[in-house]
């Protein structure tokens, strides 16, 4: 069974400085995505970053890259210039290219941004 | 990208009464659907898969009876809380797979407080 784990519970960064969150995964399969999700107070999932795992280049989105490593099943979103909106729980999430195409989700990190 | 609304967002009903959550992809097709429930400062928990025209395959300790599951259409799945007890009491997300190849995404909608007195 594939599993997502994120080792920071709480981070906290300075407004306009850069942060990272970690995440590893584990699966046997080749063909898959990952996902980066936000969740503000307001409880909805916003989709922040996609990454397909047969492509190499990392995945950008504005100030929202990732650092994908395959072989070491690493998955760390960096967010660059930290702004007050970005204050959130960041869900990261494995989803197989197969099957149902469930996702699975890691523990999440709460990111707060400090003014 | 792709929309996907949820209604009611917020509900409270007496113990014992059903109760039942849309969740509509407004701007694609999908025929795939999952509805999840988020205990408070929790991930996401993955109740069912809802497949247009066919049975909703649940999850190992889900119980199929109390939460049913209908996807009637392409564009809508609901989810039946049935003689809802406090303990039921919870956030419901569902999600919408965006069918693209290469693209494949779940987008999701804003979710349902439900409380149950």
């Known amino acids: 069974a594939q599993t997502v784990t994120q080792s920071q519970p709480e981070m906290s960064v300075q407004e306009a400085e850069t942060v990272t969150l970690s995440c590893t995964y584990d699966?046997?399969?080749?063909?898959?995505?990952l996902f980066w999700y936000k969740q503000p107070p307001s409880r909805q999932m916003i989709l922040v970053i996609r990454q397909e795992a047969y492509k190499q280049q990392n995945a950008t989105e504005n100030r929202f890259s990732v650092n994908f490593q395959k072989a070491a099943k690493s998955f760390s979103l960096k967010i660059s210039d930290s702004q007050l909106g970005d204050a959130a729980m960041y869900f990261c999430?494995?989803?197989?290219?197969?099957?149902?195409?469930?996702?699975?989700f890691g523990t999440g990190t709460r990111l707060t941004i400090i003014p | 990208g792709a929309v996907v609304s949820q209604h009611p967002s917020w509900v409270i009903c007496k113990s014992g009464t059903s109760v039942k959550i849309e969740c509509r992809s407004l701007d694609f097709q999908a025929t795939t659907m999952f509805w999840y429930r988020q205990f408070p400062k929790q991930s996401l928990m993955l109740m069912a898969t809802?497949?247009?025209?066919?049975?909703?395959?649940?999850e190992q300790g889900v119980e199929k009876d109390k939460f049913l599951i209908n996807h009637a259409s392409l564009t809508l799945s609901t989810l039946t809380v049935t003689s809802a007890h406090p303990e039921d009491s919870s956030f419901y997300i569902c999600?919408?797979?965006?069918?693209?190849?290469?693209?494949?995404?779940?987008?999701f909608g804003p979710g349902t407080r439900l409380l149950v007195l």
């Open positions: 999600s919408a797979r965006v069918p693209l190849a290469g693209q494949e995404t779940q987008y």
């Open positions: 699966t046997s399969e080749s063909d898959y995505y």
């Open positions: 809802s497949n247009e025209g066919s049975k909703a395959t649940y």
């Open positions: 999430a494995y989803m197989p290219n197969f099957g149902n195409e469930k996702l699975t």
